[in-house]
């Protein structure tokens, strides 16, 4: 893999002559919309030039062992690893290992239901690319019976003919928000688990779905003892299909904290057969300027999420988006992470790199408004899997498939090995 950072002068034509690649090919995998270029723009190149794995240094480890693990040798490791001494391994270090085996991941997308466009094309081009799609189309009542927004069938239709097996992804929204007296008035009564359940095994089994993704959000702190509860009566109702768990980001257990307090993690990993830990919207909605999802808080979350879920049940959400902010009143507005990038290019903005955050950013200026734009590019998206790589984590999900990213599908082609 070869990352280029446009600087100022640079042309397409140049970087793809110099990386002996056509500029078509260029402006297809990084989503240009023309040959103009901006400082600090980051483009992925596609070569067969792999990438090294992320390896953190355990007990008992020798540079034999780490090189047979991964089909390299100790040398091989040792010339990657400046420095590094077979008699002086410390543990937790991060080492970089060369190596023919990809990373082996399971992935999930999430979408909203739909008949065509950008969902669609991302299944015919990228569906080898997706172990799971959470089709996110149901909520529930104050009695517990699961109901579908919209029509879901076209989209489990087309996850069949591309290979994609679809998750019924049930959330506590209401009225354009999530709602916490919804589920924990549900998760307070046995009666209303149960209709919760029953009602979404029955969705399950009629429409051929391989299993479901809860995505409970702010469940009072009291409830969250029954929230687990639940989740083991409905994997005992799912039997041998997939039950996936969502849950906040945190650092800490804090019980009683109204946000994250109602997700016991330990518990929750012990009921689902997947759990996903959102790691995004750390710069949110009408806050401050911030990264979607800097690479240091991730590495915070995770070693947290680590301590009371296992490795092989555990996801790391990654952000298909970026946002744009109007300051300073923090007005806010999506965009996915290609359209976010080609804003730089329409206004002429450069383009920074925060390198702790591991997040590209830029500011620009629109009639009277100032705006700031943080987003998702190749660095920030390598950076990530190469620290769920580092950590053994067993795949990662991506909010949301309608929104285009081609530089993260093809460092999957490139880079990783799809479990099915």
């Known amino acids: 893999m070869t990352i280029i950072i446009v600087k100022k002068g640079d042309s397409l034509w140049e970087i793809a002559s110099k990386n002996k690649v056509a500029p078509s090919r260029i402006i297809e995998v990084n989503g240009l919309e023309s040959t103009t270029l901006v400082p600090g723009l980051a483009l992925y190149i596609p070569n067969e030039k792999a990438v090294n794995r992320r390896y953190l240094i355990k007990s008992q480890d020798t540079l034999t062992r780490i090189g047979s693990r991964f089909g390299t040798s100790a040398a091989a490791i040792k010339e990657a690893n400046p420095g590094i001494s077979e008699n002086s391994l410390k543990i937790g270090t991060e080492i970089s290992i060369p190596s023919p085996y990809k990373n082996q991941l399971i992935t999930l997308g999430f979408a909203f239901p739909t008949s065509g466009g950008v969902v669609f094309e991302t299944l015919e081009q990228n569906g080898d690319k997706l172990s799971y799609l959470a089709i996110v189309a149901y909520s529930f009542t104050r009695e517990g019976n699961a109901y579908v927004d919209e029509d879901d069938l076209p989209l489990i239709a087309k996850c069949e003919q591309t290979g994609v097996t679809p998750l019924l992804m049930i959330r506590n929204f209401q009225d354009g928000d999530f709602d916490a007296d919804l589920a924990g008035d549900v998760l307070a009564s046995s009666v209303y688990r149960a209709n919760l359940i029953n009602s979404m095994l029955t969705f399950v089994r009629e429409k051929g779905y391989g299993g479901v993704s809860m995505d409970i959000e702010f469940i009072p702190p009291a409830r969250r003892s029954d929230y687990v509860l639940f989740l083991k009566e409905l994997k005992e109702g799912l039997n041998e299909l997939i ?154 999900t991506y909010w949301q498939i309608g929104l285009e990213f081609p530089q993260n599908w093809e460092f999957i082609d490139n880079n990783i090995w799809i479990i099915k």
């Open 243 to 396: 039950l996936h768990v969502n849950v906040h980001a945190k650092t800490a257990d804090n019980p009683d904290n109204r946000i994250v307090g109602g997700h016991d993690y330990r518990g929750i990993g012990e009921a689902a057969d997947l759990v996903a830990v959102m790691t995004i919207d750390y710069g949110y909605p009408t806050g401050p300027p911030e990264p979607i999802s800097p690479l240091w808080w991730m590495a915070e979350v995770l070693r947290y999420a680590l301590l009371n879920i296992p490795e092989y049940k555990l996801q790391s959400a990654f952000p298909m988006y970026g946002y744009d902010w109007i300051v300073p009143s923090h007005e806010t507005k999506a965009l996915s992470a290609q359209n976010a990038q080609n804003l730089s290019i329409a206004t002429g903005a450069e383009i920074t790199f925060d390198t702790s955050a591991a997040s590209p950013s830029y500011s620009y200026r629109r009639g009277n408004s100032n705006h700031v734009v943080w987003f998702e590019d190749i660095r920030s998206i390598s950076a990530k899997y190469e620290m769920i790589d580092a950590y053994e984590l067993i795949g990662a």
